[in-house]
T-cell receptor, first 115, second 115 residues
Framework: EAGVTQFPSHSVIEKGQTVTLRCDPI?????LYWYRRVMGKEIKFLLH????????ESGMPNNRFLAERTGGTYSTLKVQPAELEDSGVYFC?????????????FGPGTRLLVL | GQQLNQSPQSMFIQEGEDVSMNCTSS?????WLWYKQDPGEGPVLLIA?????ELTSNGRLTAQFGITRKDSFLNISASIPSDVGIYFC???????????????FGKGTKLSVKP
């Protein structure tokens, strides 16, 4: 079974540009999460989809970030316009929808550097 | 909000040595998770703890859910070079009840093993 995949693995952009990150969850997983780790800090939650609906977007930093999950399959996270502080590793995770103790499986991350 | 404090921040040990790291919080967690991140990869779940006082092993790894529900430790016995990586503790915020939902992470313990 394929794991969570993310594209691209690395992205280097200039301040003010737009970047779109993609996440493909494990097939059949209804829950999809986005997290971010700024260098040296903890991994921080950004948002949670259940199928195509946003269950919790309390971690989204500001309105420059837009996440979508059309059709409840893959998800995209767009940053527009990018700022220097957006640099970090963006992780996607997915889990099967169960009522208790579902395990989140993480993708390898997208390393974003904004210059 | 709830925070997890991990220590130590980094460890340099000799192959064969035992390792101990811990995670504390000023507030209660109902679930404690330990993840490991290999270089260039995403976090992988090592051990999940669901009951106060629970002691769980996974090969050379042992983790305990503190009786106060405010701490957890992870021990690695007889370390080997492939134990190198960043170890994170994590847990769901209280308002998520039994479901993992979004996760709160510690800042990680970076482990280096000298052959």
């Amino acid at each position: 079974e394929a794991g969570v995949t993310q594209f691209p693995s690395h992205s280097v952009i200039e301040k003010g540009q737009t970047v779109t990150l993609r996440c493909d969850p494990i097939s059949g997983h209804d829950n999809l999460y986005w997290y971010r780790r700024v260098m040296g800090k903890e991994i921080k939650f950004l948002l949670h989809f259940v199928k195509e609906s946003k269950q919790d977007e309390s971690g989204m930093p500001n309105n420059r970030f837009l996440a979508e999950r059309t059709g409840g399959t893959y998800s995209t996270l767009k940053v527009q316009p990018a700022e220097l502080e957006d640099s970090g590793v963006y992780f996607c995770a997915s889990s099967h929808l169960t009522w208790f103790q579902e395990t989140q499986y993480f993708g390898p991350g997208t390393r974003l550097l904004v210059l | 909000g709830q925070q997890l404090n991990q220590s130590p921040q980094s460890m340099f040990i000799q192959e064969g040595e035992d390792v101990s790291m811990n995670c504390t919080s000023s507030s209660i967690f109902n679930t404690w998770l330990w993840y490991k991140q290999d270089p260039g990869e995403g976090p992988v779940l090592l051990i999940a703890l669901y009951k106060a006082g629970e002691l769980t092993s996974n090969g050379r790894l042992t983790a305990q859910f503190g009786i106060t529900r405010k701490d957890s430790f992870l021990n690695i016995s007889a370390s080997i070079p492939s134990d190198v990586g960043i170890y994170f503790c994590a847990g769901p915020p209280m308002n998520y009840g039994g479901s993992q939902g979004n996760l709160i992470f510690g800042k990680g313990t970076k482990l280096s093993v000298k052959p």
